[in-house]
């Protein structure tokens, strides 16, 4: 479910409220008081749309390098929930089978060469996870929140990871609605109308492994 990022006045406000009514009735075991609540947002789903151009632009990266890689994405945002990755662009990096890193500045000086256009809209960080499965790393997860802490209200960032077998995990932080949608909140497909699941479902009815047996 999406959740939010942001703990606001209002949900503060009120959870206050709902705390003071359950210790107005409760009744202790042991001496001990837990309360716990889970802030989701119901029936809201983004979407992230993937250009032609763009989707090649990950399939060659993912495919092409044995080692992880990372990329950056320019982002046009349509409406309250649908976000355009137009195109890709890779910035300097040191890589290995599980790791990539930046010289900060040498990849400042890669950033602030684009043109403002460009610049203004890099709003996604994608990379791929080489021999193993899509889900973030403790070195993910802290680069994320490190990301986030330079966020403005009004902005919005995505997260992908992608691997060779063209799982796809995805976050996006959008400030803007308070809403953190991951995974299974994000619905990724290609620019057009066919989802990437209806692609590789037709492709793989097409290719067939061979057989040596006699």
Known sequence: MPRPIIFTETMKKQARKDFNEMLNGMKMSGGELNYRKIYEYKDSEAVVWL????????????????????????????????????????????????????DQFEYTDWLYSLDDETFNKVRMQGHSHVNMG??????????????????????????????????????????????LYENKDVAVQLLGGDSMDEFLTDAREKVRKKSYEG
């Open 51 to 102: 250009t032609p151009e763009a989707y090649k632009k990950i399939l060659a990266l993912v495919t092409a390098f044995s080692d992880e890689v990372a990329w950056h994405g320019t982002v046009t945002r349509e409406g309250d929930n649908e976000f355009i990755i137009d195109d890709i662009y890779v910035y300097p990096q040191e890589v290995t089978g599980s790791t990539v890193n930046t």
């Open 134 to 179: 899509v889900s973030p790393s403790g070195t993910d997860e802290k680069h994320r929140q490190q990301i986030l802490e330079q966020l403005d209200p009004n902005m919005f960032y995505i997260f992908m990871i992608w691997n060779k077998s063209l799982s796809v995990h995805t976050l996006i932080y959008d400030m803007a609605r308070n809403i």
